[in-house]
């Protein structure tokens, strides 16, 4: 088979994340283009000489003189700390992963909370601590409803995976989506009755200026009592003083926080003792050098021939 060779790519790709194996991305990435130098943000480098980036929550003033930067990549699926910077320069076009096992891998999180609840885990944890055989009969799944806030590329694939369990599925988002299998509604006019028939809700959206703040305590109340959160989103999108008292009155049953307010959640914050609350540290999914690399590599060959990059952020919408 005869195989074209890949096209010289001019620059270099300076790469920043303290959560992310940079030698990973860096093998991964020269595997695709051998042709392509890959810096290290904190490594001695001409910031001329940068044309692409490849970042995760770079520091301040990261992108100051990258006078010849013609992309930046987002190491995550979400983009809020990127979008409305003062340093990116104008013009560049941001781009998003929006891999297909980073989807799995979020689907797999949001299925193991959701399940925890419908088959009332919590409740044999509990009981188990307690050292008794505490009997509760099985829900059949349809009558537990879960609803997905956002129908995006993770928000999407969780409420499949929901639904293939047989649980009831209602899915929200900004524009009339179509999934089979879940009642889809769109706007702000349809949030207050879907919130108002979620046994589980799941928080799948970005965090934009429209989000920020979209779970205040008025809408964390129109839960059904007993009701169950999970956020694996962002967590700014939730009103935390709020869902910490609702937690403690007993309004909600429990919550499933990937996210917080602030992160670390820093130590002494109340979400940490609550028998009701299971906390991980902001890993329900994560980008993975071995398939995203693909869909970098080509949006890097397309832009060093004047293509316009594919999944490019809508700077506008925060999205
Ligand atoms: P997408 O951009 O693909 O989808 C976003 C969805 O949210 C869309 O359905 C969109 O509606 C909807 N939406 C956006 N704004 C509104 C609004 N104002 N009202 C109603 N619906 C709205 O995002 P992804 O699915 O890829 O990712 C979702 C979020 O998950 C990310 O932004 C990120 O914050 C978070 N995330 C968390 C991770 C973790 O480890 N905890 C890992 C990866 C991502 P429409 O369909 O109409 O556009």
């Known amino acids: 088979m005869h195989t074209a060779p890949l096209p010289a790519v001019s620059g270099a790709m300076v790469f920043y994340s303290q959560f992310d194996d940079y030698t990973a991305w860096r093998d991964a990435m020269q595997a695709r283009l051998p042709d392509l130098r890959v810096v290290h943000g904190d490594e001695a480098h001409d910031p001329a000489d940068i044309h692409y980036a490849l970042v995760w929550k770079a520091p301040p003033g990261f992108f100051d003189r990258m006078k010849n930067l013609r992309l930046i990549v987002n ?41 925890r609840y419908a088959r009332d885990i919590p409740h044999f944890e509990a009981a188990q601590r307690r050292g008794e055989w505490a009997y509760r009969h099985p829900r059949s799944p349809e009558t537990v409803r879960v609803a997905v806030l956002g129908l995006g590329e993770l928000g999407a694939c969780a409420a499949r995976e929901l639904s293939r369990q047989g649980l009831t599925v209602l899915g929200w988002s900004r524009s009339p989506r179509r999934i089979e299998g879940i009642e889809c509604h769109a706007g702000m006019a349809s949030l207050d009755t879907v919130l108002s028939r979620a046994d589980i809700l799941v928080v799948m959206l970005p965090l934009t200026p429209q989000t920020h703040g979209l779970l205040d305590r008025e809408r964390l109340r129109r839960l059904p009592r007993g009701a169950a959160l999970i956020n694996v989103a962002r967590g700014p999108l939730v009103d935390q003083v709020a869902l910490t008292d609702l937690l403690r009155s007993g309004h909600l049953g429990g919550a499933t926080l990937d996210v917080f307010e602030r992160e670390p959640l820093p130590p002494g914050d109340p979400l940490w003792a609550m028998e009701n609350v299971l906390i991980t540290p902001h890993l329900a999914s994560v980008a993975i050098p071995a398939s995203a690399a693909e869909q970098i590599a080509d949006n890097v060959l397309r832009v060093s021939q004047g293509l316009p990059p594919v999944n490019r952020v809508d700077a506008a919408r925060g999205y």
């Open 75 to 115: 190491l995550g699926a979400g983009v809020d700390s990127l979008v409305g910077r003062e340093d990116l320069p104008a013009e560049v076009p941001i781009t998003r992963l929006t891999d297909p096992n980073m989807a799995r891998m979020m689907a797999g999180y949001v299925l193991f909370a959701a399940l």
